[in-house]
């Protein structure tokens, strides 16, 4: 959990994904995440978190849903939702933040 920490407390927004490959909704997110990663550039820092991978923590953010989205900024969570979001809006969202 401590890297965790270290992932999330820094002064540019961070988009956390996260998913399972064995999820149609998780795995359609992957091209619009990088899309979104790519727009942004250094501005922000998109992360994809498996879920199967990743047990401890997602039982500690109640992921209960796939995908699960989360902006953390300055190590606080600034958003989240769960379920598939475009691009345009996911961009859209982070700049908010940076």
Not at 68 to 77: A, H, P, R, S, V
Not at 78 to 85: C, L, T
Not at 89 to 98: C, K, R
């Amino acid at each position: 959990m401590s890297k965790f920490g270290e992932l999330i407390d820094v002064e540019i927004p961070v988009l956390l994904d996260f998913f399972t490959e064995w999820n149609e909704e998780s795995t359609a997110m992957h091209p619009v995440l990088r899309d979104v990663a790519a727009a942004l550039g250094d501005k922000a820092r998109v992360i994809k978190i498996d879920v199967d991978k990743n047990k401890e923590l997602s039982e500690a953010l109640r992921v209960k849903n796939l995908p699960t989205l989360i902006i953390y900024k300055d190590g606080e969570m600034k958003w989240r939702q769960s379920g598939e979001q475009n691009a345009k809006t996911l961009i859209a969202l982070v700049q908010d933040f940076v």
